[in-house]
């Protein structure tokens, strides 16, 4: 038994711990990067009043965060304004805020050629500096809060990329279960189901180790039990509570393992058919589970979390969210997953995976034609 594990992002975590944002800010002059919902809600007015050192918001962050916009929010950042960033939202803000925390002290060429090549290219260098980021999730899904990397989205090309550097952990991330409260029923279940998907995916992973495991198994317990309850008591707290801790714990173990198939299939389905990150990330999971269940090990972990009948107890849960997983319902044909398959070669997460790709995608096909 050998592994590694690293995380090095402090944790705030509990009903109230937003308060706590000015302490960790200290005496540092912070950016505050966020999305048009939260000024809306008065929830950026609040913040700002009990953070006098937030001294510039940017509160105009998208969806699915792309190049462009990527590139208009970083000409006009003046480094020098600010040490921190805060980063408040969901899993699209807190991407953009780690682009955005990128820079070089003197730089000769475009400053967004420094981006573009290190999302292009992989380019690194001890030159590049990155501002310090708080996180504070206002999602329970993503755990960009705990990993070090980021995606963004190149609507144009229909690509996505991601920036990944061993300095791109967060500082900090406070994870304040009472922000999720206002988080409307499909976005909770989208977010819930993403969260799902971080654990199964860091278990039928090449880089999985007891502890990624342990996190991943404790935290898909969770789910099949909160998330159906949750979507009727959306203003539960406890189960909003809950569903935070889960998301957390798929977030420290993927941080470890990176996604696995389910993502790397995932990014045809936003890019072409426009379908929503956390349900194109976790519509192929029981046929996934499918194929997992032919290996040993994987089965001994699944059934930890799932009970004798895994695929049946993870349809349920499809079921009880009112989530189909039949792909010609979300206009997804034989040719799109041949198109899928092919599009593995270019991401790596798909070489993370334990999956007998052949064997799924031929079940996925005959799933389709009957
Ligand atoms: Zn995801």
Wanted: hydrophobic share 40%; with cysteine; glycine share 4%.
């Amino acid at each position: 038994m050998n592994f590694k594990y690293y995380n090095p992002v402090k944790i705030d975590f509990g009903i109230g711990s937003l308060e706590r944002l000015s302490q960790w800010i200290g005496n540092r002059k912070a950016l505050l990067i966020t999305s048009n919902g939260f000024e809306e809600r008065g929830v950026v007015a609040s913040v700002k009043e009990k953070n006098p050192m937030i001294t510039r918001v940017i509160n105009n962050i998208q969806p699915n965060p792309t190049l462009e916009q990527l590139e208009v929010l970083y000409k006009e950042l003046e480094f020098e304004s600010f040490d921190v960033i805060v980063a408040l939202g969901g899993g699209s803000v807190i991407d953009i805020a780690k682009a955005l925390s990128i820079y070089k002290e003197k730089s000769s060429d475009e400053p967004f050629k420094l981006i573009e090549n290190m999302l292009f290219n992989g380019y690194q260098s001890d030159e590049i500096l990155y501002k310090p980021i708080i996180a504070i999730p206002t999602t329970a899904g993503t755990g960009s809060e705990v990993t070090p990397w980021g995606t963004i989205w190149d609507d144009v090309n229909k690509k996505k990329y991601s920036i990944h550097t061993d300095k791109l952990w967060c500082e900090v991330a406070i994870c304040d279960p009472a922000l999720t409260l206002t988080l409307p029923k499909e976005l909770t279940i989208q977010t819930g189901l993403d969260a799902l998907s971080h654990c199964l995916e860091s278990l039928w992973n090449v880089n999985a180790s007891p502890l990624t495991s342990n996190y991943a198994t404790n935290a898909i317990l969770k789910i099949v039990d909160v998330l159906p309850r949750l979507v009727n008591n959306l203003d539960d707290i406890n189960l909003r509570s809950e569903m935070m801790l889960a998301s957390l714990k798929a977030g420290l173990a993927f941080s470890n393992t990176q996604t696995a198939i389910a993502h790397a299939m995932s990014y045809y389905m936003t890019l072409h058919k426009d379908i929503p990150h956390g349900i194109a990330a976790s519509i192929t999971l029981p046929d996934i589970l499918n194929v997992a269940l032919t290996n040993a090990e994987l089965k001994l972990d699944l059934q930890k979390c799932f009970g004798e009948n895994p695929v049946e107890i993870l349809n349920k849960l499809f079921g009880a969210l009112h989530v189909t997983t039949s792909y010609t319902e979300y206009g997804l044909t034989e040719l799109d997953f041949s198109l899928i398959k092919e599009s593995l070669s270019q991401t790596s997460r798909a070489k993370n995976s334990l999956i007998d790709s052949n064997i799924l995608f031929e079940n996925i096909s005959n799933k389709i034609r009957n």
